[in-house]
């Protein structure tokens, strides 16, 4: 049968491997308006097409940084935190160069450290470091975050790999 990952217990993740992360997204004009709007960031850059035109070094509006985290770490969840107790801190966040609307986003992330929780026997800690790029490769974003994640422990304590999950009830036959 066929295995989603979602996620990783503490015993899933090794120091220094590297999770590619699939697929990328195409980001659209409307995507980045739309979050623009809804967290009301309305500066001409990533709105106003005339004046990113005839003001600025680039010619065409671009994208917001903080849409392209957002994506990263949206995709970054099936491999990382999609398990996690909690997305302890984010320490850096650096935008290295801009993007545009129509340019394609690849993840990826890596393991820097991973370490068990002092105050309780069934969880742990992983530092990543995830990395954003566009279809050219051009390194667009990186970031590096600690989660708290579970052990296998905790996890069978709450109802396993899907937890909360139903278990499909089948009508009987008919005769």
């Known amino acids: 049968m066929a295995h989603m990952q979602f996620g990783r217990s503490y015993e899933e993740f090794d120091v220094g491997a590297v999770y590619k992360h699939w697929p990328g997204k195409t980001v659209t004009e409307y995507d980045d308006h739309l979050f ?3 967290t009301m960031n309305h500066h001409p850059l990533h709105l106003d097409t005339n004046y ?4 600025t070094q680039f010619r065409q509006n671009v ?7 957002s994506l990263l770490l949206g995709m970054s969840v099936a491999d990382v935190s999609g398990k996690a107790i909690a997305n302890l801190e984010v320490e ?3 935008h290295v160069a801009p ?3 129509g340019d ?7 393991v820097l450290d991973k370490w068990e929780s002092t105050s309780k026997d069934d969880r742990g800690v992983v530092y990543v470091e995830t990395k954003g790029y566009k279809q050219d490769g051009t390194l667009v974003c990186i970031f590096k975050r600690k989660v708290m ?4 422990s905790y996890l069978e304590a709450r109802g396993g790999e899907h937890p909360g999950r139903p278990t499909l009830v089948e009508p009987p036959p008919k005769r």
């Open 63 to 69: 994208v917001v940084g903080n849409y392209i985290y």
């Open 99 to 101: 993007t545009f609307h």
């Open 36 to 38: 623009c709007l809804l």
């Open 149 to 152: 994640v579970p052990k296998n």
């Open 92 to 94: 850096s966040l650096r």
């Open 104 to 110: 394609t986003i690849y993840g990826q992330t890596t």
């Open 52 to 55: 990113a035109q005839e003001t």
